[in-house]
Structures are given as structure tokens and as C-alpha cells.
């Protein structure tokens, strides 16, 4: 019975949102916030839930890119519409780069480092494990971080910055679907009622709950994000600051509790392994994206030009991700390595001047060499999972340790 409980309480946080939106009715920006927040809210639990049935038909790391793609759909609404408005009005470029770099720093210094604690919490493991089938994830992030520092160089985002991107991610989903099918485990909840289904009923459900809270998460994405705007601009804090952190903070919320849910089922290494995907799908096809809708809008091919703040905010997530991806070579995650890049994460939000921006990129690329050179079990890792995972075999679930 707490199943169907759980299940029609996250349909019912959805559902009156959806229906607030298609009324046409309008709220004050508070209200907007409350309404739209529980849509995001009991969406990411369908979403959960439609990713555990998922992997029954389909390999778990394609199902959790699947689900990682989805739950990045608000960031995806937010920023895209930055770069329509973008072409018509090149102000509009600034916003969308702040919310793409802030929504890629969030994810890895607070989201990744949150798996951590939480699963520390519950269990007080000090580690989180990823299956090895993750480094197909890791593969890709890194071929899209290389990359990444080519854009701050050269100081526009392009369409060619837009095939090339786009491309890593179409490899990334193509390496992703070779990964074999394991039977996952269930322990109770919404996810086992579907399992009862028969197969065509059961698939038919799973493909109706990623739509259903696909639908729910991008009508509640622009008015969570326009609401907190509209109730931060009170304390009149700085615009720029506000997409950048405050309007990520909002729509990323359903990768976060969708993570934080797989931790609580005891999933830790599947929740590192949803966020690492999303990371994937915003640092390639999110970022590749914003060209494409910034020439549509303008009416012709063009760049994004990028002005001195926002090279410097696309230099320091490059970095950031670069060490990110240094300390998960090893496919495991620490409680002291979450806290030092939760730490660098938190520490640089103090600091606006752009003296700072460029001291903290220059700590991780040193961290990251550094980190390279001192542990060899994140060498091995790296040689490992070029040598495995490029152009992409065939993927057995195994576990590390």
C-alpha cells in the first residue's frame, strides 16, 4: 500500500502543476516557486523509479544517461532560451553562459560531493565504489573537458564548437548501449509494482513515466527559476550572480534528489553514476546546443561571443572538471576527496574578482597533475579506460573491490 502511496503523491505533485500551467492561470512569483518546486520534486521520483524498471530492458548505464538526459531537461529549458534570446539581443549571451557554467560547477561541487556525504550518513562508508561500466561516462567527460579549454582560448562558442560536442555525446550514448543487461535488484517501492506488470504493460508505463515527468519538469523549469529570480531581485543582488547560481540551484534540484534517492536505496555508485552522466550531457550536448539556437534565433549561422567574465567563467569549470575527472579515474570516491572539491567549490563563491577566477582554474589544473602524478591507481585508471573503453567494446557489470 506505501507504494501506491509514494506513487500517486509524486503523480499528484506534478499533475496540479501541469495543470496550473495549461490553465493559462498566473501566480505571484512566491506561489510559483512553491507549485513548480513540487513538480520537480515528484517528477524526479518518477523519474527514479521509471530508471530502476528501465534497466530490465535496456543496459543500466543507457538507462541512467537516459534518465540523467531527462532530469537535466529544466537546465536545458533555461539556458536554451538564454541563447534564443541571445540571437535577437546579444546581452542575453552573458546569461547564458553564467547558467551553463554555474549549473556544471554546482553539479560537481556540491551534487557529486553530496552523493558522498549522504551515503556516509547512512551507511558511514567512507568511499563510494562505480561499477566499471562508468568509465564509458568518464571517458567521454574527459574528450569533452580536453576540448572545453579550446573555447576560452579562441573566445567564442561556435557551431563547429557545436559538431564537436554534439558528436562526443552521440559516442558517449553509442558506447552507452553496448553495455550488457543485468537483471537489477528491487527493493520494494513504486519501482516493484511496474515489475509485476507484464513486459509490453511494463514497458509501456516505464516509457509514460519518463514522458510524464519530462512534461512536468520543463513546464515547472522557467517559472522555479523566474520565481527565486523575481524573490532574490528583493535583495537586490547582482543579475549575472543569480543565473549563475540561484537558477541552476533550482532546476538541477531533480538530478540531485533523484541521486540522493538511489544513495538512500543503497545505491550509492548508480547515484555517482547519474550525476557523472548528466555531467556528460550538460558539459557536451547542453553547452554544443547553445550555438544552434542562438543562430536559429538570429536567422543565420554566428557565434556567441564571449566577453572577459565570461572566458574566465568557462576557463575555471574546464578546470574544475579536469580535476573531477583526476579523482574519479580510480572509479572510486572518497569522503576527504568530496570534501576538498566541495571545499574549492564553496571557497570560490566568496571571491568575485577575476584575479581569483584565474587562481582557483590554475589550483586544479596543478591539483590535477599533481593528483596524476602522486596516485598511481588513478594513472592506471586513465591508461585503463582509454585502452578499454575507446571507440567502445562491449561492457560487463563488474565491480571494483
Known sequence: MSAWVWLITAILFSLQWIGIRLSGVHLSPQWEVVGAGLAIFGAAFILSWAAEVAQV?????????????????????????????????PTYTAYATANMTGSNRLLIGLGWAAVVATSWL????????????????????????????????KG?????????????????????????????????GPAELLMCLRPLARRSATICMFVYAGLAIYLSAEPFAEGLLATGRTFRIEEFLLVQWLAP??????????AIVFVLKGKPG???????????????????????????????????????????????????SLFAIAVLANLSFSLAEAGMIFALFVTQLFFTDPVFRYAYAIVYIVLTVTWLIVSPSSRQGLVAMVAERWPGKPVAHSHQK
Request: no cysteine.
Open 156 to 188: 567564442t562558442i561556435s557551431v563547429l564548437d557545436s559538431f564537436i560536442l554534439v558528436s562526443i555525446f552521440v559516442s558517449y550514448m553509442i558506447s552507452a548501449s553496448k553495455a550488457k543487461i543485468v537483471e537489477p535488484e528491487f527493493d520494494g
Open 249 to 258: 540551484l533550482a532546476s538541477e534540484s531533480p538530478e540531485f534528489i533523484v
Open 270 to 320: 548508480a547515484s555517482m553514476g547519474t550525476l557523472v552522466s548528466s555531467k556528460v550531457n550538460q558539459w557536451t550536448l547542453l553547452v554544443g546546443m547553445l550555438p544552434l539556437a542562438y543562430s536559429l534565433s538570429a536567422g543565420h549561422l554566428g557565434a556567441m561571443h564571449l566577453d572577459v567574465r565570461q572566458t574566465e567563467e568557462i576557463f575555471l569549470t574546464a578546470a574544475q
Open 57 to 89: 530492458d535496456i543496459p543500466q548505464a543507457l538507462a541512467l544517461a537516459f534518465l540523467a538526459l531527462i532530469a537535466v531537461l529544466p537546465e536545458y529549458a533555461v539556458d536554451i532560451y538564454f541563447a534564443w534570446s541571445a540571437g535577437k539581443d
Open 122 to 153: 547512512k551507511t558511514r562508508h567512507r568511499q563510494v565504489i562505480l561499477d566499471r561500466s562508468h568509465s564509458i561516462e568518464l571517458l567521454h567527460l574527459g574528450l569533452a573537458t580536453f576540448y572545453s579549454f579550446v573555447i576560452p582560448l
